[in-house]
């Protein structure tokens, strides 16, 4: 009898813990390595390779969207840091080659790939990193954007098109046997279109059939974790790399959201980054910028990541230049009229190796 009471109370305390590596996650095969994505953006383009500059000449806006200036590569790209590797295409096999050695480099194991629509560069580019990710052992997974007139019919299209291409690729990465899918601004879409395709009675429901995957919806305002869950969502990221830009990427509701997904069975991911910077582009935008503080910034909130042990962290970003997100090397560049940023006295490659550095505390035993 005693020892039934001791097993009894050990059970109690332990399902009392808030987080930690006692709490359930929802069951899975992914390795320590997949347990770690990066949102990566294969929307670049070069004249020798695509015929034109694409994205790396972003336009400049005033803060009511009205386009005051064109960015004008190579010297001056849309972006207040400056690649090591120079600007790139991301169609180019090499490219996308080094990006997966610097990927893995980070620990990282699964990129979360931008994905506008078919035909478009973030289209185009799938092939080569397709590749290279097969090559390297890497997995991917697709981040789907507001594209126009983004709603529940034309989500489950893309979805079909995009798991006829790429389903049966070893490189597609899977949770639960399902291929995971992050929807950025998922917010944009009302949940009753959401509930069509992601309930099980929904009038659209992919559960059940070939193309059910397991959607990760954006958590922005605090009623959203609540409205995603209902809306049939089968996780939550935060992905902005802004601290306290929204509700949601503020890490100290991190502990508040986590306990919410386990109580639901859902995913948390809550979403790190090594600083903002989109004055570049967005010159207006000084209360959204976050220096990155010699490092500190990225280990706060890495450390605020782990503290409560998610299902899955994701890096904002691996190169998303134009809002200053990338842990890609950057270099020293003066260029006529500029003096980009660099990361000072660290490495190029510091946020890559401190990424494995973070992931190693978090996963090893």
Known sequence: MLTR????????FLAALPCGRCASLPE????????LHAFYYGWYGTPDVDGRWINWDH??????????????????????????????????????????AEIQRAGVGVMVVSWWGKDTPTDRSLSSLFEAATDAGLKICFHLEPWPDRDAESVRDALRYLLDRWGNASALFRWQGKPMVYVYDSYLVPDSEW??????NGTRSIRGTPLDSLFIGLWVK??????????????????FATEGFTWGSTPEHWPEMARFARDKNKLFIPCVGPGYNDLRIRPWNEKNHRGREGGAYFDRLFERAVAV???????????????????EPAMPYRAVGRVYEDYGNLSGTWYLDRALYWRDKWLSP
């Open 59 to 100: 336009a400049v806006t005033t803060a009511d969207g009205r386009v005051e200036s064109t960015c004008a590569p190579p010297e001056d790209i849309g972006a207040n840091f400056y690649p090591a590797s120079g600007p790139y295409s991301s169609s180019d096999l090499e490219t996308a080659k080094r990006h997966c």
């Open 222 to 239: 605090e009623s959203h974790g609540r409205s995603l869950a209902e809306a049939g969502f089968d996780g939550f990221y935060t992905y």
């Open 195 to 200: 509930a069509s395709l992601l309930r099980p």
């Open 309 to 327: 042990n998610p299902g899955v962290i994701a890096i904002t970003s691996y190169n998303e230049w134009h809002e200053g997100t990338q842990i």
């Open 28 to 35: 899975s095969t992914a390795s320590p390595q997949e347990r």
């Open 5 to 12: 009471v001791l097993l009894a109370l050990a059970v109690l």
